[in-house]
C-alpha cells in the first residue's frame, strides 16, 4: 500500500488549496489517516488526523483553518487548507497515523508566498 498526494501549488497569504491523497489498498478503510508536513529545515509533523470512522483531530496551529476529511469507498482523504499563512509552507503527505515508513508517497509542495 503506498499513497498519493496531489492538490498543491503556489498560493498567496489567505488563500486556499486542497490537498487530495488516494491509496491503492484495500484495508485503507481500517486505517487511522494522517497529513503530515515537512518544513524547509526537514521536520515532518502531523498537522490532522482522521480516525475510521472520521472523528478528527488537529495541531494548534491549523485548527480552525484545516479540514480533514476521507471517503472510505473511494479510498481517499483530503485536507482542506483555508487562509493559509507562509508558515503552513511545505511538503504534504498522507499516510497512516502512527506512519508507516514503506507507505510514504512523494507528497505535494505547498508554498505560501506573496
Known amino acids: 500500500v503506498q499513497f498519493a498526494e496531489s492538490g498543491g501549488g503556489l498560493v498567496q497569504p489567505g488563500g486556499s488549496l486542497r490537498l487530495s491523497c488516494v491509496s491503492a489498498?484495500?484495508?485503507?478503510?481500517?486505517?487511522?489517516m494522517a497529513w503530515y508536513r515537512q518544513t524547509p529545515d526537514n521536520q515532518r509533523e502531523d498537522v490532522a488526523v482522521?480516525?475510521?470512522?472520521?472523528?478528527?483531530t488537529y495541531k494548534d496551529s491549523v485548527k480552525d483553518r484545516f479540514t480533514i476529511s476521507r471517503d472510505n469507498g473511494k479510498n481517499m482523504v483530503w485536507l482542506q487548507m483555508n487562509n493559509l499563512k507562509p508558515e503552513d509552507t511545505g511538503i504534504y503527505f498522507c499516510?497512516?497515523?502512527?506512519?508507516?515508513?514503506?507507505?510514504w508517497g512523494q507528497g505535494t509542495q505547498v508554498t505560501v508566498s506573496s
Open positions: 499516510n497512516t497515523y502512527p506512519a508507516i515508513s514503506k507507505y
Open positions: 482522521i480516525g475510521s470512522a472520521g472523528s478528527t
Open positions: 489498498g484495500n484495508m485503507f478503510s481500517t486505517y487511522i
